[in-house]
């Protein structure tokens, strides 16, 4: 109850536009929606103050400090105190702990945090680099359902067409009913380009898929 109430209290678009002046992309699922596979058949979970409370008052959480881990001058210090301000809001004793970056990653692999900010990015332009984020030894991260969720994913890669965005889709719903992670928004990279070619996509690692370029 206490992973749905911070589900439900994080307001995407404040973050998006205290980050990227609100010109990212919002996320759903933990996944780039300009990935192979991507299931944009599932629906995220909107900001809402009143359910988030809701899911508080169920769970066992009695007003103590609630840290936001992240890395101090960056713009997941951005995120974290934008996440702080939605938590407060609804009654999280939410605090922001920016640290450097030595501590961040050492903090991440002894699972020495409430929760942390993480800007996540594969060198893999399709869904199946979510099994990456479910391996056995993905800084030492355990979760109830992590065997469950990677063999899935596993699966995915033998799979084409609509049946493998359903399967990345029940593992996308997985997270969410979950409340695993909370995706904020996919990263905005700048592109210059001709105005007569069409399909020109800004990809967060600065990819480019010449597949969906055409001219007018």
Known sequence: ???KAVQYAINKEDVNNAV??????????????????????????DFDAAKAKEYLAKSNYKGEAYGITCTAGTAGETVAKVVQANLMAVGINAQVEAVDNIT????GKERNFD???????????DADS?????????????????????????????????????LYGQIAQILLDEAYTVPLYNGINT?????SLEG???????YYNFRYWSWK
């Open 104 to 107: 961040y990653e050492s903090r």
């Open 20 to 45: 990227n002046s609100g010109k990212a992309t919002i996320l759903s699922v933990d996944i780039c929606p300009m990935y192979g596979g991507y299931p944009d058949h599932i629906k995220g979970i």
């Open 115 to 125: 929760i942390r900010v993480v800007d996540e990015a594969s060198s893999l332009i």
């Open 1 to 3: 109850n206490f992973r």
């Open 130 to 166: 979510i099994a990456t984020q479910f391996t056995a030894s993905r800084f030492n991260i355990h979760y109830p359902r992590q065997a469950e969720i990677y063999a899935m994913a596993e699966k995915g890669r033998s799979l084409q067409g609509q049946e493998r965005k359903n």
């Open 200 to 206: 020109v996509q800004a990809h967060c690692l600065g």
């Open 191 to 195: 592109v210059a380009y001709n105005d």
